[in-house]
């Protein structure tokens, strides 16, 4: 699996989905914020109708976005809007990866780095997106006669703000060196 960081606006960017978190209590994440504003408010009509709650771990993958270069849009719920724990934060993580693994989607761009998490800065939650979405998408094929896996997610670009490039960039590093030394 190949991890990047990525500067560029939201609205910009071209991807097969793009991955943003809504809370409980209907309030849309700021990266689902600038999506809605500029998809002319899709994402706001999917919580009107009752799509996704926002309850922690919930997800629901949105597949035709008009007018844009994002293909697909998943919202992942985080429960409620604080500060969210460690545990729920890679809850949320893992629920976005395994709703992923089974469709056709290569490239992601996941904005989840930009919720607050007790203790935890852009660098802690840059290294947990990729070890959760390493460990999720793994699968041991050496002596398999079928060598595919079942997830086609080839790429993942973690969304960062210019003035948090270099925490972003270390927990990268260290993300990707964690998930290489657990699987081989």
Request: with cysteine; hydrophobic share 40%.
């Given at each position: 699996?190949?991890y990047?960081?990525?500067t560029?606006?939201?609205?910009t960017l071209?991807c097969?989905?793009?991955i943003v978190?809504v809370?409980?209590?209907?309030?849309?994440?700021?990266?689902?914020?600038?999506i809605?504003?500029?998809?002319?408010?899709?994402?706001?009509?999917s919580?009107?109708?009752?799509?996704i709650s926002?309850?922690?771990g919930e997800?629901?993958l949105?597949?035709?976005i008009?007018?844009s270069?994002?293909e697909r849009?998943?919202?992942?719920g985080?429960g409620?809007n604080?500060?969210l724990?460690?545990k729920?934060?890679?809850?949320?993580?893992?629920?976005?990866?395994?709703?992923?693994?089974?469709?056709?989607?290569k490239s992601v761009?996941?904005?989840?780095?930009?919720?607050d998490?007790?203790?935890?800065?852009?660098q802690?939650?840059?290294r947990?997106?990729?070890?959760?979405?390493n460990?999720?998408?793994?699968?041991f094929?050496?002596?398999?006669?079928?060598?595919e896996t079942d997830?086609?997610?080839e790429?993942?670009?973690i969304?960062a703000?210019e003035?948090?490039?270099?925490?972003a960039q270390?927990?990268l590093?260290?993300?990707?060196?964690i998930?290489?030394g657990i699987?081989?």
């Amino acid at each position: 699996m190949d991890y990047a960081i990525e500067t560029a606006p939201l609205e910009t960017l071209q991807c097969d989905c793009l991955i943003v978190g809504v809370y409980q209590d209907q309030q849309l994440s700021a990266s689902a914020s600038s999506i809605n504003h500029s998809t002319q408010g899709l994402l706001a009509k999917s919580l009107v109708a009752g799509d996704i709650s926002g309850k922690n771990g919930e997800t629901v993958l949105i597949n035709a976005i008009p007018d844009s270069s994002i293909e697909r849009i998943l919202l992942v719920g985080l429960g409620e809007n604080k500060p969210l724990l460690g545990k729920n934060y890679r809850k949320a993580l893992l629920a976005a990866i395994n709703s992923l693994k089974k469709t056709q989607i290569k490239s992601v761009v996941c904005s989840l780095a930009e919720c607050d998490v007790i203790a935890g800065d852009r660098q802690w939650k840059t290294r947990q997106i990729i070890e959760v979405f390493n460990d999720a998408v793994y699968q041991f094929t050496a002596y398999k006669s079928n060598k595919e896996t079942d997830s086609k997610v080839e790429k993942i670009s973690i969304s960062a703000p210019e003035t948090e490039l270099g925490l972003a960039q270390t927990g990268l590093t260290q993300g990707k060196a964690i998930a290489e030394g657990i699987n081989p």
